[in-house]
């Protein structure tokens, strides 16, 4: 358990150009296990939501069938970070535009959970709505402006 009882939980959401069987999306899909591979590999990575086929792609988490979810845990901000920006997943991020629409509103939020807690889908999307109403909170925040663990104490701003 980490020194201060919680990890950190994150969602971020896409809309895709185009259902996942389509050319279109071959990148992607072709690129998405390796991707969910180095997640679990990366220093700090505690959990991601996933079902029986090994990703998340399936589920429908919204009302439009090509808006997609990934929900994952790790134990610091700066591990999810790390990954997300100064790994071999910022080539894929690079490339997002070939397989994703612009998103009209945020698409991604962070959260802390107690460490051992998991987080739902709809826990996820309450936050990822809550950010985007109020802003950055200790209850949603983002990469830019980030707030403590509950047990820590200060705001820092990336």
Request: a negative charge; zero cysteines; charged letters at 20%.
């Amino acid at each position: 358990m980490p020194e201060n009882g919680y990890h950190l939980a994150q969602i971020n959401i896409g809309r895709i150009r185009a259902p996942l069987d389509h050319p279109v999306m071959e990148g992607f899909v072709s690129q998405l296990d390796a991707v969910n591979a180095l997640a679990e590999q990366s220093p700090g990575f505690v959990w991601r939501f996933q079902t029986g086929e090994g990703n998340a792609t399936a589920v429908q988490a919204y009302q439009d069938p090509l808006v997609i979810i990934n929900l994952t845990v790790w134990e610091t901000v700066e591990d999810l970070f790390n990954y997300v920006y100064r790994s071999a997943h910022s080539a894929a991020l690079r490339e997002r535009k070939s397989w994703f629409e612009p998103y009209g509103s945020l698409y991604m939020a962070l959260w802390w959970v107690e460490a051992g807690q998991l987080p739902t889908v709809e826990e996820g999307k309450a936050k990822l709505e809550l950010l985007t109403r109020e802003g950055p909170t200790p209850a949603a925040f983002n990469f830019k402006i980030r707030f403590p663990a509950p047990s820590e104490g200060k705001i820092s701003e990336e």
